[in-house]
């Protein structure tokens, strides 16, 4: 061995001290864990990570007559469902599909259980290889508000990948490339994904394979949808999805909660969220919460009509001010937030929302410490 | 084929003896200790899954670090990705270097910085052969790829390192 290689060897061993807590017995139980977990996420048992976006939204329509916890109205074929209320993609040969009331799915792969249970399709995902597509609509009823954000420009059909932009959903797997559009066409809001495998930019082949897909999305006329409820009542946690957006701030992280009505019918809001951050095993993480102020006194100076009820109209959103500070524990990566609306033990539906990330540890004998605002809308907290 | 049983001896071991080795093999490649026991355990809890499906792990050791490289390669663009559009938090934990960053000298902070900077492929064969003492012939065969390719970017990455410690002895270590 050369004098340079020797002086490699010892600076490189140097330079990788890094601090490394080596307890075996944990290691052990934490890989047995993690492919535990990976087991039951092949068999579709469990969908940690998993925003159920269409399952709540199925539910949400059967909220009217129903909340014995059924399947939500989810259709997995290669047939065109001839009683379509929502948007669906027609299946071209190769091609598998399903859809529900709140999302539509296509792929050139075969379609993962959890996919074919009307969940946000992860499980396809991540089996995709070079040339592989998975198209995954979301779909819901434009609003007057929705409109006024402007979130989704007005748009006609066929929808072009053209106009994607890069992009993907938290939680997305590794690996993958996605690119995201997002429209209204015939009175529907479209948040359309499409995921790509081979972890880069399409080919122009497989580009125009997940075109021609995308050109059979079907959007049936928004008068036909059928709407149930009317009137104006308080959320359920079905009614809403959750999402969470921190910025490291000063070692804490701080932003918002925000809760998205995924039902048909608007709904209101008022006080302020339960928020339990949890590991990636679903473990409730030690916490101290407290109340915080609303963001509104700082953006506006006046409070928002109707606060602190807040109304959410079908596709629109409210949120809360959320900030977590000392975690001194440990950290898989990413921590979760189970969300429960004041007076309810069941939590916002869909999967819980997450960031990669964690506030640095300031007291090392202390919990977590959580602060939540109450409800607001999202011009107030955003 | 090894069985569930061999492998399940050959993980105990590894664990026992090699993992710190491994984890800091994946932050000294990913320039960052911030995920590298994640992607360590991740890889570990993969490769049960293989051998449990009948697949063959020759070299555990160096097949877990290749695995985690990957899974942190895969990680480092996705941030990169969500950087870029600026929406969806991505990593944004402080402590880019580790926690043990001021208690090193900065030539060994340049040198992580030198390893950071090298080609993806450069940076594996760097860890595996200087780091993890691994001959050429079970990196190519980790890696997938010819013993001449590996001995390549060896030679490639061998010299930008060097560069960079002759740099540091001049300067830095009159400070």
Known sequence: MSDADSLLRE???????????????RVREDVVRRQRRRRRRRRGTVAVGVLAVAALAGGAVLLA????????????????????T???????????????????????????????????????????????????????????????NGNFPQGELPLSLDDAQPGGLEGQPDGVYAERLAAEVDGWNIDLLAFFGGGVAPSADTRAVAQSELDRLIVPAQAAAGLGRTAVGTCQ????????????????????????????????????PDVQPTDTTATPLPVTTARTD?????????????????????????????????????FDNRIYFVVTLPGHTDRIGGAAPSVQAAPLCTAAAAPMQVAVGPFEPPSAAG | MAGDHDFA??????????????????????????????????????????????????????????????????????????????????DRRPDAEGPDADALGSQLLDLRAAVRSLPSRQRQVVVLHYYLDQPVSSIGDVLGIKESAVKNALHKARGSLLAALTMDNTPRSAQ
Not at chain 1, 65 to 83: I, Q, Y
Not at chain 2, 62 to 78: I, L, Y
Request: glycine share 8%; aromatic share 6%.
């Open chain 1, 11 to 25: 600076r490189l061993a140097a330079a990788a001290a890094f601090d490394v807590e080596a307890d075996p017995h």
């Open chain 1, 65 to 84: 007559g129903d909340s014995s916890g059924k399947d939500p109205d989810v259709r997995a074929s290669t047939a065109e469902p001839d009683d379509a």
């Open chain 1, 86 to 148: 929502s948007p669906y993609f027609d299946s071209a040969r190769g091609w598998e599909t399903v859809q529900t009331a709140a999302a539509a799915t296509a792929a050139n792969v075969a379609l993962g259980p959890d996919t074919q249970a009307g969940n946000v399709p992860w499980d396809t995902v991540t089996t995709l290889q070079d040339g592989d597509v998975v198209l995954f609509a979301m779909v819901s009823p434009a609003t007057d508000v929705s409109r006024a």
């Open chain 1, 237 to 272: 946690p079905s009614d809403l999805q959750a999402q969470v957006a921190l910025l490291e701030s000063g070692g804490a992280l701080a932003g918002t909660l925000t809760v998205r009505n995924v039902s048909t019918t608007a709904c209101t809001l008022s006080g302020a």
């Open chain 1, 294 to 330: 609303p963001a509104w006194p700082q953006t506006n100076g006046a409070a928002p009509a109707g606060w602190p009820a807040v109304q959410v109209a079908p596709g629109a959103e409210a949120q809360a001010v959320l900030h977590i500070a000392n975690w001194c524990g440990a």
């Open chain 2, 9 to 90: 001896e050959d993980l105990d071991r590894l664990v026992e003896h090699d993992y710190v080795r491994l984890v800091r093999a994946v932050a000294l490649f990913s320039g960052t200790i911030e995920g590298a026991e994640d992607a360590v355990q991740e890889a570990l809890a993969r490769a049960m899954e293989q051998v449990r499906k009948g697949r063959r792990i020759e070299h555990l050791g160096p097949w877990v670090v290749t695995t985690a490289f990957n899974q942190r390669r895969s990680h480092a663009r996705w941030a990169a990705r969500q950087r870029e559009r600026g929406g969806a938090l991505a």
